[in-house]
């Protein structure tokens, strides 16, 4: 099975701040990774496909990078409405899709 | 606008079972890739199951022999039969669409409680 794990498990920041947030796989997986947010008691958001593809009607505020087991995720410019906690998951393998363990953003 | 909704959770006795349904619309939902996802109280996204466009299937290893996806595209329906229920299904369980290899489209979620 891929792992994921992502880093750091909790984050605080300030409305205007850039923030990094890293998905690790434990083995290869090319371009095959997403990114989500989740709002509590919502269901979760597509906002990343293809490791920098943007979802449509996402912010271009959001932005992602990277190939084969090292990922980023960016936020530009933090607002009010991007606390929420985000996963990264891969679907190199669409036999067993894997989810990071996620990443709480608090409001510092 | 596409849109997906599941219905059939519950309060279920360990070793029960329950049949969650999915419905689809403003899609041709025969086009996808269909998935359940679910998420314990507390915890993270933990994908189900997958149900490909020609009936193919699988399953995460914790439900495997346990749970059964299925499909009818006539009734743009999504199904999931669970059959010993244990505690730790314990979840909100998701209805998600498939698309460029991303999960695109999330119902509202279905929560199952396995308890005595």
């Known amino acids: 099975d891929i792992q994921m794990t992502q880093s750091p498990s909790s984050l605080s920041a300030s409305v205007g701040d850039i923030v990094t947030i890293t998905c690790r796989a434990s083995q290869s997986i090319s371009s095959y990774l997403n990114w989500y947010q989740q709002k509590p008691g919502k269901a979760p958001k597509l906002l990343i496909y293809g490791a920098s593809s943007l979802q449509s009607g996402v912010p271009s505020r959001f932005s992602g990078s990277g190939f084969g087991t090292d990922f980023i995720l960016t936020i530009s410019s933090l607002q009010p409405e991007d606390f929420a906690t985000y996963y990264c998951?891969?679907?190199?393998?669409?036999?067993?899709?894997?989810f990071g363990q996620g990443t709480k953003l608090e409001i510092k | 606008e596409a849109q997906l909704v599941e219905s059939g959770g519950g309060l279920v006795q360990p070793g029960g079972s329950l049949r969650l349904s999915c419905i689809a619309s403003?899609?041709?939902?025969?086009?996808?890739?269909m998935h359940w996802v679910r998420q314990a109280p507390g915890k993270g996204l933990v994908w189900v199951s997958r149900c490909v466009s020609d009936g193919t299937t699988s399953y995460a290893d914790s439900v495997k022999g346990r749970f059964t996806i299925s499909r009818d595209d006539a009734k743009n329906t999504l199904y999931l039969q669970m059959n010993g229920l244990r505690a730790d299904d314990t979840a909100v369980y998701y209805c998600v669409r498939g698309y460029r290899r991303s999960f695109d489209i999330w119902g509202q979620g279905t929560m199952v409680t396995v308890s005595s």
């Open positions: 403003g899609f041709t939902f025969s086009s996808y890739w």
């Open positions: 998951q891969q679907s190199y393998s669409t036999l067993l899709y894997t």
